[in-house]
């Protein structure tokens, strides 16, 4: 490993400094409070202020505002039509079409928000590419492809081969692919830092370095006062693993990247320069993007999975995710084997139990939650405004009609079962996807694990 894994992501860093909020101090009066200061806290104060101006917005963050993976992740931006085969699957052909056509106003939303604003963002609306990178992911690429064309929609998943994938990036080992439309990338950072100011000038109340200490229905306790408001929204991602509402339904992995020095020439070389967010046919997949400075960014969402809700180290400073994203990226991209890395840095996905998001109001209280992004936040999260906005103001519209807020979310086994079973078909299934990476068959324990959760009735994040 080149770089070990240290915080501040390279991102935050691009983006300048911001000067931080007022912590909060004494006890004050809101229509509704916030709590979480990332992409979901903040579009969900956007949401409340664009619907009704009128309404008191008081945000807390326990930090700054993308302190967490909002100012740390990778950038890609996307709707749900890459994930519609297992969407078919999950929720049948009338709901999946009816979330993937939904989430296509996601990169037109974020595009309209920056323009509006005059905010930078390094918005390039390129598309994504996911390629096969091993015989065994071949199949993932097609059942993309077929099910895009099984509802009608085939113009969303249009299949690569080996030279039409060529023709956007070029690697020895990328054997086919899919490019989806629906995709672009932005610099997260700059995005979540976009997303505060014009918070702010919309009059959201925002308390930095304010960490809820306590939720209950109609307060939230802080550690110099408190927020008296009728409407909560837990905004919290990983940290709301552990909260009793949510926490049969959802664990923590870690998700590392690494980031390479400025390298335009050998991009010119591979024929990357069209901006394409790329990612492999892995289960713990692959993802690449460039920057607008010609670096190449590298994530592996492969590390380790939390115990208890709890988020700690395991999601910042684990130099084996870390070692394995640089693997990927000279596995991947030989024609980058001379690129330096600079940066590596990890942080915590929220995965749940079907690998899709979850809105909600806490039974007989006023208290909404989102969580479960699954490593698929950035466009969600606009989404997640939308519906937490409308749960707030009670409304019964699209965005609560969404399977989103009204599917059954399946659950995980309570821990400390849930980190003993995570970790061994983690394990299993790293062995598997390392197997398939070398053409050659995983040993029989590596695949009795890996088909553990299938065994278990669970369709969704298996191999
Ligand atoms: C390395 C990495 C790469 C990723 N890459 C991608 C990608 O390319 N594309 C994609 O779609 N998704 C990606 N994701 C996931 C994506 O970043 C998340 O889904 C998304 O940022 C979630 O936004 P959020 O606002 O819900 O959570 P967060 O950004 O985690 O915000 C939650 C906020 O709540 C605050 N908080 C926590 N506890 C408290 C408390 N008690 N009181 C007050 N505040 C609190 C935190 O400080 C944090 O700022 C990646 C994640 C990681 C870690």
Known sequence: MSVKPRLPPWW?????????????????????????????????????????????????????????????NGGFLHGYWAGLADLLALLGRERAVQ???????????????????????????????????????????????????????????????????????????????VYFADGATVQPARLVHALRRAAVDAGVELYEHTPALRIRAGSVATPRGSVRAPEIVVAVNAAATGWRPVSRHVTNFGSYVVLTEPVPHLLEEIGWTGGEAVLDGR?????????????????????PIGFRGRVDGRFTGDDATAARAEHGLRRLLPGLANARIERAWGGPIDVSADHLPFFGTVKGKRIHYGVGYSGHGV?????????????????????????????????????????????????????????????????????????????????????
């Not at 709590?35 to 945000?59: F, I």
Request: glycine residues 10%; negative net charge.
């Open 12 to 72: 935050l860093d691009e983006a300048g400094p911001q000067a931080a909020a007022h912590e909060l101090e004494g006890d004050t009066i809101a229509d509704v409070c916030i709590v979480g200061g990332g992409y979901t806290g903040l579009w969900t104060a956007l949401a409340l202020k664009e619907r009704d101006p009128s309404v008191r917005v008081v945000l807390v963050e326990a930090e700054t505002c993308g302190a967490g993976p909002s100012g740390r």
């Open 379 to 463: 466009g969600p999260t606009w989404l997640g405004g939308q519906i937490l906005a409308s749960l707030v103001l009670r409304r019964d519209d699209e965005w609560t009609a969404l399977p989103l807020a009204s599917r059954k979310v399946a659950s995980l086994p309570p821990e400390p079962l849930k980190h003993l079973g995570g970790a061994l078909v983690r394990s299993a299934i790293l062995a598997c996807e390392r197997a398939d990476e070398e053409d050659r068959r995983a040993p029989l324990p590596a695949r009795v694990g890996a088909a553990l959760p299938r065994l278990f009735g669970m369709e969704i994040g298996t191999r």
């Open 283 to 303: 289960m713990f997949l692959h993802y690449f993007r460039t920057t607008a400075d010609g670096r190449v960014l590298m994530g592996s969402g492969s590390g």
């Open 99 to 177: 979330l993937a056509r939904t989430a296509e106003r996601i990169v037109p939303a974020v595009r309209t928000f920056c323009e509006s604003r005059g905010e930078d963002v390094w918005l390039r609306e390129s598309g994504m590419l996911m390629v096969s990178a091993a015989r065994a992911q071949d199949d993932v690429v097609d059942c993309a492809v077929a099910a895009a064309a099984e509802v009608g929609a085939a113009e969303q998943a249009v299949l690569l081969d080996a030279n039409g994938v060529a023709d956007r990036i070029r690697s020895p080992v990328f054997r086919r692919g």
